[in-house]
């Protein structure tokens, strides 16, 4: 009883925090017309605002409902932060599609961010089942010339299953790596590899957050894009992320409440948007 009392009382703090979060972003938030910057504006413009349909979305969402009829389970490793849904590491794979992975409006945004910067090198930090990587793939391969993705995954099964998902999806530009985060980024401080665009979705702790992004710096150009998910998840996240936005190497940030974009564009003046999407 007292289990459940507690569990309770947390869940409603937790929500009270994202209603307070999310009073907050739409009190200091904007759209293009306030923006001046003419790099944000025309990303606003031709990326995060064109409410066009797609031919790629068809694939995505063919994705997605594949996931979402599998109703096998399978044993997860379970990470420790970030799953406030499930109590047993037994998943269900239709559930964990569900609650894990993201949503169709974001996979059709990581989808256009994709094709909009072309980015020829592609890292993803968490890949559950592949949901966004699948934005990700569709979106490199719609400007002709197909990124290379890694993504990371600590749970064999998990990507056990994903990995089998590119192939019935013919995602062949997908390099999936099961291991734990820290000790792949580790290894990469000793190579020359560069991501363009990196997409952080995993482990949404302040310290593991930072460490990423400290021990990545070090692969970071003008061109590079990092997206933060959750950014506002929890006070932890919000302060990585004014933690990032002060970072002297960081120039433009944009805040959508579930994403945090960053970039290093030297000749852009430091400057920091909140974004309605
Ligand atoms: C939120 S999910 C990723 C969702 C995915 N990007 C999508 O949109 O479909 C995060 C994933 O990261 C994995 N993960 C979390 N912490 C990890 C760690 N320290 N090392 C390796 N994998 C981890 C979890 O197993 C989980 O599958």
């Known amino acids: 009883m007292t289990f459940l009392?507690?569990?309770?009382?947390?869940?409603t703090i937790f929500m009270l925090f994202q209603i307070k979060s999310y009073l907050?972003?739409?009190?200091?938030?904007?759209?293009?017309?306030?923006?001046?910057?003419?790099?944000?504006?025309?990303?606003?413009?031709?990326?995060?605002?064109?409410?066009?349909?797609?031919?790629?979305?068809?694939?995505?969402?063919?994705?997605?409902?594949?996931?979402?009829?599998?109703?096998?389970?399978?044993?997860?490793?379970?990470?420790?932060?970030?799953?406030?849904?499930?109590?047993?590491?037994?998943?269900?794979?239709?559930?964990?599609?569900?609650?894990?992975?993201?949503?169709?409006?974001?996979?059709?945004?990581?989808?256009?961010?994709?094709?909009?910067?072309?980015?020829?090198?592609?890292?993803?930090?968490?890949?559950?089942?592949?949901?966004?990587?699948?934005?990700?793939?569709?979106?490199?391969?719609?400007?002709?010339?197909?990124?290379?993705?890694?993504?990371?995954?600590?749970?064999?099964?998990?990507?056990?299953?994903?990995?089998?998902?590119?192939?019935?999806?013919?995602?062949?530009?997908?390099?999936?790596?099961v291991s734990e985060f820290n000790s792949y980024l580790d290894d990469l401080r000793l190579s020359t590899l560069d991501f363009k665009l990196i997409y952080f979705d995993g482990n949404h702790s302040k310290k593991a957050t930072l460490d990423y992004f400290e021990l990545l710096l070090p692969t970071i150009t003008n061109e590079t894009v990092w997206i933060f998910d959750d950014i506002h998840w929890s006070s932890e996240m919000e302060e990585v992320w004014k933690i990032i936005k002060k970072h002297p190497k960081v120039t433009v940030t944009i805040d959508t409440f579930q994403w945090g974009l960053v970039f290093f564009r030297r000749e852009q003046p430091k400057e920091h948007f909140v974004i309605r999407i």
């Open 5 to 11: 009392y507690l569990r309770a009382y947390f869940a």
């Open 24 to 177: 907050q972003f739409l009190w200091h938030s904007k759209n293009e017309h306030a923006v001046h910057s003419p790099f944000v504006f025309s990303l606003l413009t031709k990326c995060f605002y064109d409410k066009k349909s797609k031919p790629e979305y068809a694939a995505l969402k063919k994705y997605r409902n594949s996931l979402l009829a599998n109703i096998n389970t399978i044993e997860v490793t379970d990470f420790g932060v970030g799953s406030k849904i499930f109590k047993s590491n037994t998943r269900i794979i239709a559930k964990i599609a569900k609650t894990a992975g993201i949503s169709p409006k974001r996979a059709e945004l990581l989808f256009r961010i994709t094709h909009y910067f072309q980015p020829d090198s592609i890292l993803e930090i968490g890949t559950s089942l592949g949901l966004a990587t699948a934005a990700l793939s569709v979106g490199s391969k719609s400007v002709g010339r197909k990124a290379k993705i890694i993504t990371l995954e600590g749970c064999p099964n998990t990507m056990a299953l994903a990995k089998s998902q590119f192939q019935v999806f013919h995602f062949d530009n997908v390099n999936p790596i």
